[in-house]
């Protein structure tokens, strides 16, 4: 078993920054939780915090139900690994893992044993008499997660640890780490800034800014409802278009208002506006992807059709990226890569008016998706 509570945790650092607020979070035995926000919103603080790095200020951190904010690191059963791994260049592989635990002085046949079974798990079975300069970054990275595996903690966190590699590596080693994960059958909290790694990742996500937790949720729930307009702009890519759009009441409709246009809202939408916002500023948030240019579309949703003006098209293949303008405000959109649009052209746009955000002009808080 390796649970986790953290209660009403603070950070102030010395000099008066507070680097994390009244963070409240339960991570399960055995989950896969990731902390994502920009730099400096107090990841590798959380993280150093719970691996015993870092004095907690305010509030309780609790392993398996036990108050740990005095225990010392090393007694915590928690391994941290960074994106620095720091190897030991002279040493092979195999001694680079044991090091720890010849350290702490455990028996020859215990340190073999767990090395191999390391080594096995992160499938570097053939570079364990190997030195790690010789290796390529992943497998160096993987050497580091290694030496975290062979003592056998209960929880695992993990620190912008791809951030070092090449793209197409992060790519791959996303994967992998899922599988360790999975083999080891332990509790990982891991810390990133890209918004993509957390959501192919995480089986939960913990949006962070300014120290404050946004939302904790699946990837498909920060993706689906983003609580707010930060979580909606930060998860997904490329972002969410906002627009300010005033909500107007004719008959029995409910109309979106921007520039000249005037977007008639479906009925199960419609009547969360009608409590308070009508006459008033909103914020409509419309992922690139719920913006269609297809003759089908355009026919089907003739009251959300718009005109859009192309700044640049991007073909990347499976998809093409518009970046547009509707009465000169800037969109995005993603669309079928057969579509023929250059950069120029006026064309005809239509918004899936079922997949709309609507936000608070004020706290920004998400009204309704
Ligand atoms: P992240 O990992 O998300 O980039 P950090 O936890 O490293 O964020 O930092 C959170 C905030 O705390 C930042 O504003 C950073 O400048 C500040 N900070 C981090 N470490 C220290 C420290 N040792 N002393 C003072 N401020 C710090």
Redesign the pocket.
């Known amino acids: 078993m390796a649970s986790l509570k953290l209660k009403n945790v603070c950070k102030k ?1 010395t ?1 008066g ?1 507070t ?1 994390v607020s009244d963070f409240n979070l339960d991570v399960d035995d055995k989950e896969f939780l990731v902390l994502v ?1 920009p ?8 993280l150093r915090m719970i691996a015993g790095l870092e004095e907690i200020t305010q509030g309780e951190l609790y392993i398996d139900d036990k108050l740990v904010n005095e225990i010392e690191a090393r007694d915590r059963d928690v391994a941290i690994v960074f994106q620095n791994y720091a190897l030991y260049p002279e040493m092979t592989v195999f001694d680079n893992m044991a090091f720890g635990l010849k350290m702490q002085k455990i028996y020859k046949d215990e340190i073999e044993k767990r090395v191999y079974e390391a080594a096995k798990i992160l499938d570097m079975n053939d570079f364990l008499y190997k030195k790690p300069n010789i290796l390529s970054s992943d497998k160096q990275q993987k050497v580091a997660i290694g030496r975290a595996i062979v003592r056998q903690p209960k929880i695992f966190l993990m620190d912008e640890l791809l951030s070092n590699l090449d793209a197409h590596l992060r790519v791959q080693m996303r994967t992998e780490i899922g599988r360790i994960h999975r083999m080891l059958q332990k509790t990982f909290i891991y ?1 990133t ?1 890209d918004q993509a790694e957390a959501m192919a990742m995480g089986t939960r996500v913990v949006v962070m800014r300014d ?1 404050i937790i946004q939302q904790i949720d699946t990837p498909q729930g920060l993706y689906e409802k983003p609580r707010n307009m930060f979580v909606a702009g930060f998860i997904g890519s490329p972002q969410m278009n906002f627009i300010t759009a005033k909500v107007k009441k004719k008959g029995n409709e409910i109309y979106l208002i921007f520039g000249e246009n005037a977007i008639k809202l479906p009925p199960a939408k419609a009547k969360r506006l009608e409590d308070g916002y009508v006459d008033k500023e909103v914020v409509l948030g419309i992922r690139p992807e719920n913006l269609h240019n297809e003759e089908a579309f355009l026919a089907l949703m003739p009251e959300s059709v718009l005109e859009a003006k192309i700044d640049i098209a991007e073909m990347l293949g499976a998809d093409t990226f518009l970046y547009m303008r509707i009465n000169d405000m800037n969109f995005t959109a993603r669309v079928n890569s057969r579509t023929r649009v250059m950069a120029g052209d006026t064309i005809k746009i239509a918004l899936d008016v079922n997949k709309i955000h609507l936000f608070d002009i004020e706290t920004e808080n998400a009204i309704l998706h």
């Open positions: 650092y000099g920054m680097a926000g730099s400096g919103c107090g990841k590798s603080t959380t810390g800034h120290g």
